[in-house]
């Protein structure tokens, strides 16, 4: 599953299939972004980041692909999993450690 | 990563009284911040906890509504004062050890619903 456009705030997936979350960010002097998940009643989770100077980064099941040129972040889960429901933020590094984030994308997994 | 800790996780108040939020730290760090997320929507940062003087306030925030104070550098507060039915959120605690990385933590948030 995918989300596309700016915010689509919702992305039902099937369990086991591949889920793409995108994130469009405002400001081309950001030079720092970070991935978040958060939990029903929980505060976020720090899932991935990566710097402008890469253009991808992988963690454990995590990809984060960053394209400068037009703004655009996104990550990338594999083969998900019912644990991996919950809200996705992306967020970029404005200035002096601040952080300010996009709208979120609610993920849902269908068994 | 260290243990973030805020009190209390939820109430639930008259509107016109105030609510203060404590976060406390396991360990020491550089860079304090809250934020509000408001019911399904995302995180907007309202200040900058500095330690040993006034808050940073964002744009909309001020500090007559939101006192905060920050004694040290494992704790700080959020006052919400003269709540109203607007204030209705959750308000997060976020820190951070400055370095290289901006990798913000988060406690488990404060949900405040105003009657």
């Known amino acids: 599953g995918e989300s596309v456009g700016l915010h689509l705030p919702t992305l039902s997936v099937q369990e086991g299939d591949n889920s793409i979350i995108n994130c469009a960010y405002s400001?081309?002097?950001?030079?720092?972004f970070i991935w978040y998940k958060q939990e029903s009643g929980k505060g976020p989770q720090f899932i991935i980041d990566i710097r402008s100077n890469m253009d991808k980064r992988q963690g454990q099941r995590v990809t984060v692909l960053l394209n400068k040129t037009v703004k655009h972040l996104s990550l990338q889960i594999a083969a998900t999993q019912p644990g991996d429901s919950a809200v996705y933020f992306c967020a970029e590094n404005i200035n002096d450690y601040k952080l300010s984030f996009g709208a979120g994308t609610t993920v849902t997994v269908r068994a | 990563s260290a243990v973030i800790s805020q009190k209390p996780s939820r109430d639930i108040c008259q509107r016109g009284t105030s609510l203060t939020i404590q976060c406390q730290v396991d360990s020491q760090v550089t860079m304090m911040f809250w934020y509000r997320q408001q019911p399904g929507q995302s995180l907007t940062l309202i200040a900058t906890a500095n330690q040993g003087s006034e808050a940073t306030y964002e744009s909309g925030f001020v500090i007559d509504k939101f006192p905060i104070s920050r004694p040290n550098l494992t704790f700080s507060t959020l006052t919400v004062s003269n709540m109203s039915p607007e204030d209705s959120s959750i308000y997060l605690c976020?820190?951070?050890w400055g370095g290289g990385d901006t990798e913000a933590f988060f406690g488990q948030g404060t949900r405040l619903t105003v009657v």
């Open positions: 400001n081309s002097a950001s030079d720092y």
């Open positions: 976020s820190v951070d």
